[in-house]
């Protein structure tokens, strides 16, 4: 990295949203300084681009300062870099954005701006999964609140993974709730509208003994698909998340981590949810769990015997007995 005199910032990565923000975020700071501050914008590629740049770097008849944003570098040709290089380092020299997305592409450029920039900015691809939670939990830190697991769940769901939604999303909850701790109830409130609940959502606010929580996931259910999901694949997910959580707890004293995960069959990561789960449970709640969910199968499956077969309505209300007696801790 450069010394101090560099004028360059480097952002490296392919989400879009993120470079699109830490442009924003240093001509704000830019203009913090100057107020006069103008953006220019230089596309590395374009025709004729070298004496572009040159031009966008210098000064202006009336003395303003300016933030050249460089965009497409790692297309760029070596007399092209090599101007980046030496404009990042004049006395006296403009701010300079590159703007990378990372890769093995335009490598050896991205290493040579690497050499004398002054900061690097990381805009990695948010990936779904974890680093998608990651992204929700960082944006409501920043702002300074924070999601319940349920309320992260319930988000996601409702909104997608494409982060600039999420982002947005957080940001509306955060002016809009005033506690420093947004919940799933506060999500449904504004998102509930186009939640796509799922069993395993449901699965999980049982054996997290969240009554409330889950009947009120089974209602958003209620409501899409035509309830399609409060037949046997809802009384499936909770079968299966029961059966994880008997596996753990049914495991051998002393047995690895990488052991109990195949013996589960979850993925290493959830053991710790499942052993968080499981202090809310005892040994005959697990047994009661089971039988009142073989009850509940064959229920949502029109019954064992002639004429215990239930209408729609029946279902579902014998489904929200079921989830509030299961979610609620003895």
Known sequence: MAGSNSTLTLIVGSEDFLVERAVSKLVRSARAADPEVERRDVDAIAAGALGTLEQACSPTLFGGGAIVVIDTVESADPAFVAAIVRLAQEEGGVDLVAIHPGGARGKKNLEALSKVARDRVSCDEVKRGRATTDFVNAEMRGMKRSLTPQAQVLLIAAVGTDIRALASACSQL???????????????????????????????????????????????????????????????????????????????????????????????????????????????????????????????????REGEQLEPTQKGLAMEDAVVRLGTAG
């Open 174 to 304: 955060a002016s809009d709730v005033q506690r420093n701790e947004i919940d799933a109830d506060d999500v449904g409130k504004y998102f509930g509208g186009t939640v796509d609940v799922t069993g395993f959502q449901i699965a999980d606010a049982v054996l997290n003994r969240q009554a409330s929580q889950a009947l009120r996931l089974l209602r958003l259910a209620e409501g899409t698909d035509g309830g399609s999901r409060l037949g046997p694949a809802t009384v499936a997910s909770l079968v299966n998340a029961l059966r994880q959580l008997i596996s753990v707890s049914t495991a051998p004293a002393g047995i690895s981590d990488r052991d109990l995960a195949i013996t589960a069959k979850v993925p290493p990561w959830k053991l710790r949810t499942i052993h968080q789960q499981l202090r809310r449970w005892s040994s005959l709640e697990l047994a009661e769990a089971v039988l009142l969910l073989g009850d509940l199968d064959a229920a949502m499956k029109g019954g064992l």
